[in-house]
T-cell receptor
Framework: ETGVTQTPRHLVMGMTNKKSLKCEQH?????MYWYKQSAKKPLELMFV???????ENNSVPSRFSPECPNSSHLFLHLHTLQPEDSALYLC????????????????FGDGTRLSIL | QKEVEQNSGPLSVPEGAIASLNCTYS??????FFWYRQYSGKSPELIMS????GDKEDGRFTAQLNKASQYVSLLIRDSQPSDSATYLC??????????????FGGGTRLMVKP
């Protein structure tokens, strides 16, 4: 139990479908992150919400749309995805503002394994 | 040039030996560095963080940072088969209200053989 819960754990969808990934953290953090982990590629930071404001959008295609209604919940809305979007999508949370001397690591959820047909 | 580089491995060491994992980074202004461990099919978990040049020890783990050489390493003493996993090096590229934005290396797969 990491304190960060992601649902669903597995998702198979067609390229024309619309679906959403959900993340919930029970750690009292106020920053949340979406990462993409593809085979043989490093973890890629997609979006960051800190203090309920989006502070990073790392050149992610518009077919991915994040939503952060409050500091405990984060969504990733998906529409008209491509086969290359098949990957493990990881959510993480941490405390913000980040102070390197206060040991505020990111805590990850177990991820959603997404397959695009 | 990749921002954070690691040898993908696998790095194979016998049980009880020291495993040495290396990472280089390209952005000289990076200030915070992290090692995560990821078991197959699981999420990354934090092993060590280091911010100052030199060594930082925590149990069987020692992180080493050399900012002049843009190099960070992780030593695992008395390696155990349960240490077999992929080790991810991460570098912080934002602080303050931006939270803890990390750039990850591709990871090094470690195999500890009984």
């Amino acid at each position: 139990e990491t304190g960060v819960t992601q649902t669903p754990r597995h998702l198979v969808m067609g390229m024309t479908n619309k679906k959403s990934l959900k993340c919930e953290q029970h750690l009292g953090h106020n920053a949340m992150y979406w990462y993409k982990q593809s085979a043989k590629k490093p973890l890629e930071l997609m979006f960051v919400y800190s203090l309920e404001e989006r502070v990073e959008n790392n050149s992610v295609p518009s077919r991915f749309s994040p939503e952060c209604p409050n500091s405990s919940h984060l969504f990733l809305h998906l529409h008209t995805l491509q086969p290359e979007d098949s990957a493990l999508y990881l959510c993480a949370s941490s405390q913000a503002p980040f102070d390197r001397y206060s040991n505020q690591p990111q805590h990850f959820g177990d991820g959603t394994r997404l397959s695009i047909l | 040039q990749k921002e954070v580089e690691q040898n993908s491995g696998p790095l194979s060491v016998p049980e009880g030996a020291i495993a040495s994992l290396n990472c280089t980074y390209s952005d000289r202004v990076s200030q915070s560095f992290f090692w995560y461990r990821q078991y197959s099919g699981k999420s990354p978990e934090l092993i060590m963080s280091i911010y100052s040049n030199g060594d930082k020890e925590d149990g069987r783990f020692t992180a080493q940072l050399n900012k002049a050489s843009q190099y960070v390493s992780l030593l695992i003493r008395d390696s155990q088969p349960s240490d077999s996993a992929t080790y991810l090096c991460a570098v912080n590229k934002g602080e303050g209200n931006a939270g803890n934005m990390l750039t990850f290396g591709g990871g090094t797969r470690l195999m500890v053989k009984p």
